[in-house]
């Protein structure tokens, strides 16, 4: 089965630093996501993605957060000026249409120190 | 807002018996979902069910919808030590492209 692709697998950074999520989705979906998991919490939303155009945010999704789809295949999520709460498992997701079934990659998980 | 509710939270049981997870949820929804999630690990897709199903079937999986009582149920029959894994249900609305992941059941079958 076609697969959603994330690196790296964990990062480490300093509070303060920038810090950039790589996704390779699947190769014809059309809808991208990013979720967070804080450890032992629930999957959370933060943005939606189509048509090169953020379709949907939460309110975690603040200035702090961007989205890119740079080249065409990559998606990525930058985070600038990271903060110890941004530590966390974070997830990149993929469907071919709205309210079809999404596929996950195996996440980053970030620790900021 | 819409939130997802599982229970039990956690659950223990020995292989060749059925394991039972429930979930509620708030408001007006599109599809539920149920993923799995072994420990962190990604999560992985295991049925959709639209809100006009009432049941849906997928080998050992049987999922139930209740859409009068905003609630749903993941039935895993013969359950195998590898089914040990935490499973979130999660659901859409319309015109909105997020999903909207339950609290999760944690699982744990021994052999």
């Known amino acids: 089965e076609p697969e959603v692709t994330q690196t790296p697998s964990h990062q480490v950074t300093q509070m303060g630093q920038e810090v950039i999520l790589r996704c390779v989705p699947i190769s014809n979906h059309l809808y991208f996501y990013w979720y967070r998991q804080i450890l032992g919490q629930k999957v959370e939303f933060l943005v939606s993605f189509y048509n090169n155009e953020i379709s949907e945010k939460s309110e975690i999704f603040d200035d702090q957060f961007s989205v890119e789809r740079p080249d065409g295949s990559n998606f990525t999520l930058k985070i600038r000026s990271t903060k110890l709460e941004d530590s966390a498992m974070y997830f990149c997701?993929?469907?071919?249409?709205?309210?079809?079934?999404?596929?996950f990659g195996q996440g980053t998980r970030l620790t900021v120190v | 807002s819409q939130q997802g509710e599982e229970d039990p939270q956690a659950l223990s049981i020995q292989e060749g018996e059925n394991a039972t997870m429930n979930c509620s949820y708030k408001?007006?929804?599109?599809?539920l979902q149920w993923y799995r999630q072994n420990s962190g690990r990604g999560l992985v897709h295991l049925i959709l069910?639209?809100?006009?199903?009432r049941e849906k079937h997928s080998g050992r999986l049987r999922v139930t919808l209740d859409t009068s009582k905003k609630s749903s149920s993941l039935l895993i029959t013969a359950s195998r030590a590898a089914d040990t894994a935490s499973y979130f249900c999660a659901t859409d609305g319309y015109n909105t492209d997020k999903l909207i992941f339950g609290t999760g059941t944690r699982l744990q079958v021994f052999p």
């Open positions: 997701a993929s469907s071919s249409g709205r309210g079809l079934k999404a596929f």
């Open positions: 069910i639209r809100s006009n199903e």
């Open positions: 408001t007006s929804i599109n599809n």
